[in-house]
């Protein structure tokens, strides 16, 4: 009996029908928006809710590739450096933080004993409700934007981490201790490579939750920034630009995303693979 | 008497109140393939573990070249079922590990010297396993993934080399191969080893020695003592035999086999500690007053 390609538990898509229907929502989505853009735009020609695929382009045309009036910078590029320095600051410091902590912690039950409990209090609090108290304490600078994406990020990849060691079988450790490792050799020449690509992988599931705490503090208090644009230009409606810059958002997200799965599947090998 | 390599005394194990090593006497000489079997909820692994200092008596004297054992260190190699290998490190690189740790730097986790890895590689040819050098061990198989175990573990050249059931996951013809190939290794480089097996046939055709684990036996502490906990209940010496499967087929060799089942697996058949059969020249045991009077 012969297998149907597509309906069934059983089914195998392949080659250009697998292709056919990942694009098909894509594809759905850009048709429902161009019709629906196409009738309220016949009705009223100064419609902002659906702007045409036209507008969007002219409105990113003007943020990328023409100097602001006011200023002279390229908004588009000016915003994204802005961004992306927040973002990378913010995870940088709660990646490195999340690596020492969570290896010593899986490491070393005395440390362990003093920090999960506090750890997982710390993870429990919503990072956007001490917003407030990361402005007034740190100043609507930038420390208190990449404070809120370190407290937001830091508490569970450092659980990540923490687990990630646990998991490590406990003959590993013995049989490092019993060629002569230390215990300082154990933790940084057998645990720590071993977690790296957890490590990776980790930080690459903190992303949404990074960009989500990078443009919630933007648009309450920053100066430049693809969250601080949004909510600016969200005053004149002017979804024109407002679509352009989600997709641009996204396309970077998506960007850092493909890269660090990139790392761990070139640089580390034999990650996953037991 | 020289040195015994390992020397136990009178130790005691419990875990919540149970009582799982219960007076532990025994020592091994240089050169000796120790192969200690028993049924399950013997001790052994528990007797293993003891002597690798994964964990601490609760009572007795464990020595390794006269010097009692701590934690894990350099005084024992061991191999285990599985996750003896640094996963993220190729074959090679888990043979030198050893080197990195005992030789190398603290701050440097690169450090590699062309001596050590010329040694590496002489390790790896008697293991047969020169052409895997840069393998990653998930893509070895598991005689392979064993074989590279043994190698990482010898290199440190350990007193004792302490083996937890280390073919037991394997399938019957690479058992039997490395079987072979460990009685080879162990001849040539007289080595001294402690072999924790459930495998009756593979205790008996590996040791030089046979111990018996068990916890079926009787004493004199009446029945209502708390529960017995693993003994040394036999102790043989076996015969030195040619390295070959074929032993295995030996009516002599299925005798002494059916022998050990009885006697120490056999939950109704109970010996008097006094009566244990220890007839290995090394063997000793030493009994409490109330255990045998």
Not at chain 1, 47 to 59: G, I, Q, V
Not at chain 1, 137 to 147: D, H, I, L, Q, R
Not at chain 2, 91 to 104: A, D, I, P, Q, R
Not at chain 2, 165 to 182: I, K, S, Y
Request: glycine content about 6%.
């Amino acid at each position: 009996m012969k297998r149907s390609k597509l309906l069934g538990i059983y089914a195998q898509p392949q080659g250009w029908l697998k292709i056919t229907l990942a694009l098909l929502p894509f594809i759905l989505v850009i048709l429902a928006y161009l019709v629906a853009s196409d009738i309220r735009l016949t009705e009223n020609p100064s419609d902002k809710l659906l702007p045409s695929f036209h507008s969007m382009l002219d409105a990113f045309e003007r943020v990328a590739f023409t100097p602001d009036r006011r200023t002279g910078d390229y908004l588009l590029w000016q915003d994204t450096l802005s961004s992306l320095t927040r973002l990378g600051l913010g995870l940088a410091l709660a990646t490195l933080c999340a690596l020492f902590l969570g290896l010593n912690m899986g490491v070393f039950p005395g440390l362990a004993s003093s920090t999960v409990p506090f750890m997982t209090m710390l993870a429990m609090i919503p990072p956007l409700a001490v917003l407030p108290i990361l402005f007034i304490s740190f100043g609507v600078g930038e420390s208190g934007k990449v404070a809120l994406i370190f407290l937001g990020t830091f508490p569970l990849m450092a659980r990540d981490v923490y687990m990630a060691v646990r998991r490590i079988p406990a003959e590993q450790i013995t049989k490092a201790l019993t060629l002569g490792a230390s215990e300082l050799a154990v933790t940084y020449k057998v645990v720590l490579p071993q977690i790296m690509p957890r490590l990776l992988s980790s930080l690459r599931l903190s992303l949404g939750a990074a960009w989500l705490f990078l443009i919630a503090a933007e648009a309450v208090a920053a100066t430049d920034g693809l969250g601080y644009r949004i909510f600016l230009v969200r005053r004149y409606l002017s979804m024109d630009l407002i679509i352009p810059y989600v997709i641009w958002i996204t396309l970077l997200g998506f960007l850092l995303d493909y890269c660090i799965r990139a790392i761990i599947k070139y640089r580390y090998s034999w990650y996953k693979s037991e | 008497m020289e040195v015994s390599k390992l020397h136990i005394e009178d130790v005691y194990k419990s875990y919540d109140g149970k009582v799982i090593l219960d007076n532990i006497d025994l020592t091994v000489r240089k050169g000796e393939f120790c192969s200690v079997v028993g049924p399950s909820g013997c001790g052994k692994s528990t007797l293993l573990r003891l002597i690798l200092g994964q964990e601490v008596a609760d009572q007795g004297l464990i020595q390794i070249d006269g010097q009692e054992v701590g934690v894990p260190d350099t005084q024992r190699g061991i191999v285990f079922q599985k996750y003896s290998l640094f996963p993220n490190r190729t074959v090679l690189e888990n043979v030198l590990m050893g080197k990195l740790f005992t030789k190398g730097k603290w701050w440097n986790p690169f450090y590699r010297s062309q001596d050590d890895i010329d040694e590496a590689m002489e390790y790896l040819r008697r293991v047969r396993l020169e052409n895997a050098a840069d393998k990653y061990p998930h893509e070895l198989s598991g005689g392979m993934q064993q074989r590279a175990a043994i190698a990482q573990a010898l290199i440190m050249k350990p007193p004792v080399l302490l083996m937890d059931e280390p073919f037991g996951a394997l399938d019957p013809d690479t058992r039997d191969e490395l079987q072979v190939f460990l009685l080879e290794l162990w001849e040539r480089e007289n080595l001294t080893i402690f072999f924790v097996t459930h495998d009756l046939t593979e205790a008996c055709f590996l040791g030089s020695r046979l111990l018996v684990l068990s916890q079926y036996y009787t004493d004199n502490r009446g029945e209502h003592a708390p529960g017995r906990g693993g003994r040394i209940v036999a102790d043989y010496p076996l015969p030195k035999v040619a390295n070959s499967m074929a032993v295995k087929d030996d009516p002599e060799f299925q005798q002494l086999i059916s022998e050990i089942r009885e006697s120490g697996f056999d939950p109704r058949v109970r010996q008097h500690v006094s009566q244990f059969n220890l007839k290995h020249s090394d063997s000793f045991q030493t009994l409490l007053p109330e255990e045998h009077v």
